[in-house]
């Protein structure tokens, strides 16, 4: 557990999978969450979840990929709870599994505009506020992706991840002297709606590419980025973080 009281946190994406998990982890160790999505009903059932459960949260319609919203869910946050102290850009699609040269560009455009510039622009705006508020930190959502291809094609989504770190790197280069921490995390495959289509051999294909001999859930995630959140890894910026059940030492 580490100590989130008094603090304010938006979380993108938060209405599902790794994005809910990280949101109710952080409500758990008392930070105030800004749950944001695109899906409303989701949203309000993630903030319904963190209030039954004695937890401070409030919900924001957002799209990343739309510059003025991520404008408007940092303007939400400071006038609902006074402050930001911490961001997690988690939002993010899956992509399309096609080869380089029979890319749908359409869909490169859409995967880049959310998976990419939707970090640029959140973090845009995050950083300012955190600032304001006194400092904090930010966690970007890479992938394993970010630092390694697909076996399955998706230019876009990989391209997308290994730009995440670089902004990332960036980012925390540019403010460490000035009070505010960016970390990224790169996940294995995890079990979250984002998988749920996939066939049992594609499955099991996946399963086999991490040594943990099992793909990794939302929670194992949540626990590595509220670490990189917290006071505990005050030392630690500018960097990007496997949670991978071994995939890239393979
Ligand atoms: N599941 C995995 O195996 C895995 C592995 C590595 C990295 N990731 C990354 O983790 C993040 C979360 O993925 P997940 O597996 O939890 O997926 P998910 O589909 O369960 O959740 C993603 C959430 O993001 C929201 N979202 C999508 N586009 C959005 C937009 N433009 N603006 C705001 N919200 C938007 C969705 O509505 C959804 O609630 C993504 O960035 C993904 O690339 C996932």
């Not at 699609?93 to 029979?102: A, L, M, N, V």
Request: proline share 3%; charged share 15%; net charge negative.
């Amino acid at each position: 557990m580490f100590d989130f009281s008094g603090r304010v946190a938006l979380v993108t994406g938060a209405a599902s999978g790794i994005g809910r998990a990280i949101a109710l982890n952080l409500a758990r160790q008392g930070a105030q969450v800004l749950v944001t999505d695109i899906h409303s009903d989701a949203i309000d059932v993630v903030v319904k979840e963190i209030t039954d459960a004695g937890g401070a949260a409030a919900g924001f319609v957002q799209d990343t990929s739309v510059r003025e919203d991520n404008e408007r869910a940092v303007a939400y946050a400071l006038e609902k709870f006074g402050a930001l102290h911490h961001a997690v850009n988690n939002a993010g699609i899956g992509g399309q599994p096609t080869p380089t040269g029979e890319t749908d560009l359409d869909g490169w455009d859409r995967t880049v505009s959310i998976n990419l510039a939707g970090v640029m622009y959140g973090m845009r705006y995050e950083i300012p506020a955190i600032e304001q508020s006194g400092g904090g930190s930010i966690v970007n959502m890479a992938s394993i992706h970010g630092l390694v291809a697909t076996g399955i094609g998706n230019s876009a989504y990989t391209t997308a991840k290994h730009g995440v770190i670089g902004m990332t790197k960036q980012a925390g280069v540019d403010y460490g002297p000035r009070g505010v921490r960016v970390n990224a995390v790169m996940p294995g495959y995890i079990n979250t709606p984002l998988l749920a289509q996939v066939d049992k051999t594609f499955y099991d294909s996946l399963v086999s590419k991490h040594p943990a001999g099992r793909l990794g859930e939302p929670e194992e995630v949540a626990t590595l980025t509220a670490f990189l959140l917290s006071d505990e890894a005050s030392f630690i910026t500018a960097s990007a973080h496997l949670v991978d059940g071994g995939y890239c030492a393979l």
